[in-house]
């Protein structure tokens, strides 16, 4: 059952950045056109927790660079809405630590790519990892909860390898977690971490769990595959094997609404911008939540490639969509630790093939033989089909078509005589509704047919729709 709302609001406060971040998808890091004002978000934001919103996250962006970011998150904590913060840290000091605890902030996240010479680099900013520590030791004197983002990319993935040294200074900060994620590739970019490294990175991931238990993964690092681990508290020794049960699916318009500065709503921040469902400005937020379930049913319903192929794609239902969009341009998701690989997938293409191969040879054996779906009659007679089907009539029952004379088998009928006008058979293939008293029309009695079922609930099936002539007459 689809909740009345959705759970948690990832909302971007605004585009505007002071880093020019190399991997990041909110490019070009100025603010939107027409971005939405300060009564307008605080508007939204009363209405989000009148909805029933557990949780908003504000990113941006760099959300503190809005002016009314503390108030905006105060009406939110107001309403009973759990809120958390996304910052880069570059503006963010013991005054802004104690603005968020005044306003209510659950927790605040701090983004961090790698120790000092890597965080700067790929943030491409000297000295942005000491103002880094500026925060966090802001965050922690004002008494809130921070936490860690790291996104993980080919630059970093050798420090990924050995994070230990960046797993100790983050440990130090008591955070309540530590969420590594991957780096959503853009068009024209390079720097992605490959798909073949994923199974690595995990591994090693899980391993280093054991000593950090407040380490997780993000949707997007092998989602509905990943180490079980990595998603719980239990199970770190469970191997990464292709047995390994799914848990988990990307949750972009289904359990989560993203929230663009300038009001467009869409299932995911994450996702493209052609994914937009809507406007609060023009439409009511419940609406928009409906808007973007239907627009995630029609992503499901484009799942190709290995994906379509795998036994899990009914629970992991194409892993992160943003990912598979960004590398494919469909929900055929290379980012998976147990995708079909290209043999795996050229024998369930092959087995496909001689299964439909096999039912076409079977129907062909059957209708030779006279079995399967139509009447057992030879072949020679199959030109005129018609079952023998009752039909309610007033209590009354027939067996018999009210134009065949009594003296002729059942299933039969006359000659025509000589001179007579035959009329055409009606098409086979063409399901015409019955009515009271007639015996069923359709030439062939499969199982299948909606006559059948209606009749047997004794109901009349409804008519069938028009049909537009292809040409006029």
Known sequence: MEPKFADRIEWELTRACDLQCRHCYNSPHQARPRELDTDEALTVAAELGRLGCRVVTLSGGEPT??????QIAQVLSRSGVIVQLITNGQRFGRTEAR???AAGVGAVWLSVDGYATTHDAIRRKPGAFAQLEVAARGLLDAGVPLGFLTTVLQDNATEVDALDELADWIKQWDPVVWQVWLGVPQQGRGGWLSPDALPGLVQDLATLQKNHPYLTVGDNVGLGNQHAGLRRADDLDAPLTDQTPPTGHCEAGRGVLGLRSDGTI???LALPGAHGVGNVRQSPLTHLWRAAGRARRKRLAQIAGACALCDHVTQCQGGCHAMALATTGRLDNPYCLIRPTPATQRSARRAATI???GMAASLAVASMLGTGCGPKEAPRQAERRVPLVTIPDGGANRTQPPDQPPDQPPGK???PAPGAKVSPSPNP??????????VHPCHYSHVGCY????LQRGSQPPPPRPTKPRHKP
Not at 429 to 438: D, E, I, L, S, V
Not at 451 to 454: A, G, I, P, S, Y
């Open 266 to 268: 869409t299932g995911c």
């Open 451 to 454: 006559h059948l079922r209606h």
């Open 355 to 357: 299964a439909a191969s």
């Open 99 to 101: 603005l968020a605890r």
């Open 413 to 415: 009928t006359a000659p």
């Open 429 to 438: 293939t063409r399901h015409q509704p019955p009515r009271a008293g007639r």
């Open 65 to 70: 660079g809005r002016q009314d970011w503390a």
